[in-house]
Structures are given as structure tokens and as C-alpha cells.
């Protein structure tokens, strides 16, 4: 399976919102409710921001949020602050297989 | 709080195997509620989930990496494994485990180990 396709990098102003897409296909975004966002902050662990499609787990602020239209998933972060500055991953389930990342988004705060 | 704990070599040489082990604390490998997981992440590229296993023995494997990886558990030791042959210099990366839920989030990860193909 190919990678799902995120931009390459976003940026945005502290207290601005930007939005993150993550295109699939019929055989996984499409197909499923399986999508999952991760916040990386390079050193660290990856951390779980939202699980299918845009559920927020316990701890996670309510500026991230998720949504699905059709192969493509998105992720929305409003009043951005400096400690978002971090690469942004997607993952979708593919039938009968494994989970597949997105290649990464990396947000800037300028 | 569930901990994972990643060991192995740091460094592998071409063509060799490469091996790892993922220790799991406050949880238990043989839960059917949950996947195990190994992903790795190349220098300067992004992540690649290798495979999953489920408590059953079930795996599943990135269809590229199919041929030469093997995931397993050793519940005894409340532990899984990832075995990957013939390795090269594109194999160098660093390896998490995590643990996968049954919507396929990925909640709990190791640290990370990063493993050099190299001679």
C-alpha cells in the first residue's frame, strides 16, 4: 500500500488555525472510520491527538479536531500556539492489513 | 501505566538479521483487547508501521517488508518480537513497538531504538 499523502509543511501564526489534510483512497480513507492523528516532536514519542476520525482521547485540548470527506481526512488546529510546532502524522486501516502512515506534515509557528 | 521498553542491537551488519525485543509492563501481551506493534522511522523520512501481531499469534506485515519480517510473542516473558532478514543500508532506522488498540490508534509506544545497517 502507498502512503497516504499529507502536505510536506503548513505554518501559521500563533493564535491562527490551520488545517492539515491527509489524502487515501476508496481502500482505506475511503473505506473506513480508521483514521487516527499522531503529534511528533522530533526526540520524542509519538502522542495520539485524535482516533477515529475525530474523537479526541482524555487529555488532549479541544483545539485539535478531525474530520473526513470522501479519501480525505483532515486535521484542524485553532489557536495555534509555539508548542504545536511539530511534524503531524495520519493513519488509516487498510483492509485485511496494517495501519499506513500519511509521510508527515511539518507545522511551523511563525 | 503501561510501559514498552524496546532492546536489541544498535548495530547490524548488511545481509544479517536484525533483531528485537519489545519488553511490556502493566499490561499483557496476551490481552485480546489490543494489537502490538513494530514502526520505524528512516533518518529524515517519515513512519512506516512494519507489522502488528494479535494475542492469537495472528500477524499481519507491510505488504514491501512481507518477505523478510517475522513479528512474535513470548508470553511468558510478556514480551514481543521483530525479526528482520537481510537487511540493508535501508533498513536503518529508529524502531518503536507500541501497543495498538482494537480501532487501530496506537495509544502506548517504546522510546525507540535506533538500529544502523552498516559493515
Known amino acids: 500500500q502507498s502512503a497516504l499523502t499529507q502536505p510536506a509543511s503548513v505554518s501559521g501564526s500563533p493564535g491562527q488555525s490551520i488545517t492539515i489534510s491527509c489524502t487515501g483512497t476508496?481502500?482505506?480513507?475511503?473505506?473506513?472510520?480508521?483514521v487516527s492523528w499522531y503529534q511528533h516532536h522530533p526526540g520524542k514519542v509519538p502522542k495520539l491527538i485524535i482516533y477515529?476520525?475525530?474523537n479526541r482521547p482524555s487529555g488532549v485540548s479541544n483545539r485539535f479536531s478531525g474530520s473526513k470527506s470522501g479519501n480525505t481526512a483532515s486535521l484542524t488546529i485553532s489557536g495555534l500556539q509555539a508548542d504545536d510546532e511539530a511534524d503531524y502524522y495520519c493513519?488509516?486501516?487498510?483492509?485485511?492489513?496494517?495501519?499506513?502512515f500519511g509521510g508527515g506534515t511539518k507545522l511551523t509557528v511563525l | 501505566q503501561v510501559q514498552l521498553q524496546e532492546s536489541g542491537p544498535g548495530l547490524v551488519r548488511p545481509s544479517e538479521t536484525l533483531s528485537l525485543t519489545c519488553s511490556v509492563s502493566?499490561?499483557?501481551?496476551?490481552?485480546?483487547?489490543?494489537?502490538w506493534t513494530w514502526i520505524r522511522q528512516p533518518p529524515g523520512k517519515g513512519l512506516e508501521c512494519i507489522g502488528y501481531?494479535?494475542?492469537?499469534?495472528?500477524?499481519n506485515y507491510h505488504p514491501s517488508l512481507k518477505s523478510r519480517v517475522t513479528i512474535s510473542l513470548d508470553t511468558s516473558k510478556n514480551q514481543f518480537s521483530l525479526n528482520l532478514r537481510s537487511v540493508t543500508a535501508a533498513d536503518t532506522a529508529v524502531y518503536y513497538c507500541?501497543?495498538?488498540?482494537?480501532?487501530?490508534?496506537?495509544?502506548?509506544w517504546g522510546q525507540g531504538t535506533l538500529v544502523s545497517v552498516s559493515s
Open positions: 502493566g499490561d499483557s501481551v496476551s490481552s485480546s483487547d489490543y494489537y
Open positions: 501481531i494479535y494475542y492469537s499469534g495472528i500477524t
Open positions: 476508496s481502500r482505506d480513507i475511503g473505506a473506513y472510520t480508521y
Open positions: 507500541a501497543r495498538v488498540l482494537l480501532q487501530y490508534q496506537i495509544d502506548y
Open positions: 493513519t488509516s486501516y487498510v483492509s485485511s492489513s496494517i495501519v499506513i
Open positions: 477515529e476520525v475525530s
